[in-house]
């Protein structure tokens, strides 16, 4: 409680009974404790450590659009996201129907939040790209609803050198399908808490990629199966320095009999010095489910190194396209161009 | 003299495998490295490609445009540069990485290395089409992963393809007719045997099979590390008809 409290007295507070709704929900929250299993490789005091004096925090929240609506926002409760719901002044709210959205800034010094809404209706496509400086901090939260019979596509991609937790909260309601794919860098604290909940033979197919060569990434990825659905979740990368983790989490409801879900985790450790955590985590309320998941961590093969360095590549071009097959299968026509121009960089 | 060896051993970190072995190939020459399992050949050609498994030592030069080099002071890619083929025993799969983009970067790896401008897809396309029809692959064979799914034979098919791209001046055959198909080997002998003149061959093998396509020059006798016989495609025949105890 009393972190909370300081914490939220650096914030430049605008008072509103949406925000203090949110605020006394995460008073009662607190924020992520060292013991929180969940949390196990994210410290809170990692996040705010960076800026410490008051005035160089600074509320940027540039929202054209106010409406709650009847938004259910049960399905929260990460305390990342009440603090951008109790410091937002309104929560933008986007309605898309077959068409494309590109989202985005670069953040430069200071704090931001953002709390966004969007309903999708037929096929869509979104696209969100956030960079960030080391002196930023970014906390926001993206709740995407796909109405029924509804596809979207879904890019994210992260380069972020700031202290980030983001939240995005997906409702897949029924008949729904939900292609996603996030990819990242690592930065000086990167939080991701993906959360999809599925109904009536909804599917989603939630990949990443990421590549780090320095800061530390947490992906945090929970599924849950309200209904009979399907999922595939396959989160790939590079890990050359710095800390990485991965915690897959799948929730199939006693409601879900007849689910199907995958989960994968791959990695390829360039050096020593490059750290990967992944932990499975699974809970299944009834019997009648397909489940699978696996991880693995290695590093590049010598052999096919080998066996293209005979044919005249370069050992570092070499890596490059070992690295690229290996991220090939996550790669599609509507990320593909993005993705490896990020990758190049 | 295209390749020279004199003294070559190579060791694992436990146990040496080449104990001092001489071999002098001259330009177009081709030469057999025949012995029984476990002899060394095919570490021989992977020490001349330079896998990074073998610490050699002793000396290894190759001659290119007039110009002796130390093959040892040279990275595997770095050889390759120089002219240098190992078609593998097992080529190796490549999972996500389809034949065409492979192919179309080994190929321009050389042309960048000469100062040539790069072939873009549809140049290359172009450029590989002729050579496909001659070794009477598939179109679609482009679009598969490198090596991945492939039969024994099209692994084969897919080596000598490379060998035809990027015309080698010395070509280490390490059992190319281990699981091989007869129309396969056939058609592989005749890639190896119009390259043959321009191109010097190192042809490792168990058997005589392949020597019943390709006629070598000389035939060196390998057991336990070291050459214990040379001599012409007659010794090859004799192995063949007493197997290696005599020797």
């Known amino acids: 409680m009393a972190l909370v409290s300081s914490i939220l007295e650096k914030f430049n507070f605008i008072s509103s009974s949406l925000n203090n709704f949110f605020r006394d929900k995460l008073e009662i929250k607190g924020f992520p404790k060292m013991k929180n299993d969940r949390w196990k490789y994210t410290k809170t005091i990692d996040i705010f450590s960076s800026n410490q004096e008051r005035e160089s925090f600074d509320l940027k929240a540039n929202l054209p659009i106010s409406k709650l609506g009847s938004y259910d926002f049960r399905y929260l409760d990460d305390s990342f996201a009440f603090l951008s719901l109790s410091l937002v002044k309104d929560i933008d709210f986007i309605k898309m129907k077959d068409e494309k959205l590109i989202l985005g800034n670069s953040l430069l010094k200071g704090a931001y939040f953002k709390a966004l809404v969007i309903e999708v209706e037929g096929r869509c496509n979104i696209i969100e790209k956030f960079t960030s400086t080391e002196e930023t901090m970014f906390f926001p939260l993206t709740y995407i609803i796909l109405k029924r019979g509804s596809s979207l596509s879904y890019t994210k991609l992260q380069e972020h050198s700031g202290s980030v937790v983001d939240n995005t909260l997906l409702t897949l309601e029924e008949g729904s399908r939900l292609e996603m794919v996030t990819f990242s860098r690592g930065s000086r604290v990167l939080r991701n808490n993906l959360k999809v909940l599925q109904k009536t033979n909804s599917e989603s197919t939630i990949n990443g990629i990421y590549s780090v060569d320095k800061g530390h ?10 209904d009979r ?52 985590e699974l809970e299944i309320l009834n019997d009648d489910v397909k489940c699978s998941h696996g991880a693995t961590i290695g590093s590049i093969n010598e052999e096919q190194l080998f066996y293209l360095m005979s044919r005249g590549v370069t050992r570092n071009e070499a890596k490059l396209m070992l690295i690229n097959g290996f991220l090939n299968d996550l790669l599609d026509k509507n990320n593909r161009e993005e993705v490896l121009a990020c990758f190049k960089r | 003299m295209i390749l020279k060896i004199d003294n070559l051993i190579a060791e694992t970190e436990d146990k040496k495998i080449l104990d001092g072995i001489n071999l002098s190939l001259e330009r177009g020459e081709v030469h057999a490295i025949m012995g029984p399992n476990g002899s060394g050949k095919s570490t021989l050609s992977k020490v001349i490609a330079g896998h990074p498994e073998y610490i050699a030592k002793g000396s290894m030069s190759m001659e290119v445009d007039l110009k002796k080099r130390d093959l040892t002071s040279y990275s595997p890619d770095e050889r390759a540069q120089l002219g240098v083929f190992l078609s593998f025993q097992h080529p190796v799969e490549l999972p996500g990485v389809s034949n065409f983009t492979f192919l179309k970067a080994i190929f321009n790896s050389h042309l960048k290395k000469k100062g040539a401008p790069e072939m873009d897809a549809l140049e290359f396309r172009e450029h590989i089409t002729p050579l496909l029809e001659e070794l009477e692959i598939d179109d679609k064979f482009l679009e598969r992963f490198v090596n991945q799914d ?27 007719d281990s699981g091989l198909d007869i129309d396969s080997l056939a058609l592989v002998s005749k890639v190896v045997n119009s390259l043959r003149g321009e191109t010097s061959f190192l042809i490792v093998t168990h058997y005589n099979r392949i020597l019943d396509y390709v006629k070598p020059d000389f035939v060196h006798i390998l057991i336990d590390g070291k050459i214990v016989k040379s001599g012409d495609h007659k010794l090859a025949e004799e192995v063949e008809k007493r197997g290696y105890n005599w020797l």
């Open chain 1, 217 to 226: 990434l947490d992906n945090f990825l929970r599924v849950e199966h309200l």
């Open chain 1, 229 to 280: 659905s399907r999922s595939k979740q396959k989160y790939k990368g590079i890990v050359e320095k710095g800390r990485v983790s991965f915690a897959g989490s799948i929730f199939i409801d006693r409601s879900a009999p007849g689910t199907e879900s995958h989960q994968l985790n791959k990695t390829i450790l360039l050096d020593d010095e490059g750290e990967m955590n992944s932990k499975p």
């Open chain 2, 150 to 176: 492939f039969s024994g034979g099209e692994k084969k098919r897919n080596e000598a393809l490379q060998m035809l791209l990027l015309k080698p001046k010395l070509v280490l055959l390490d059992e190319i």
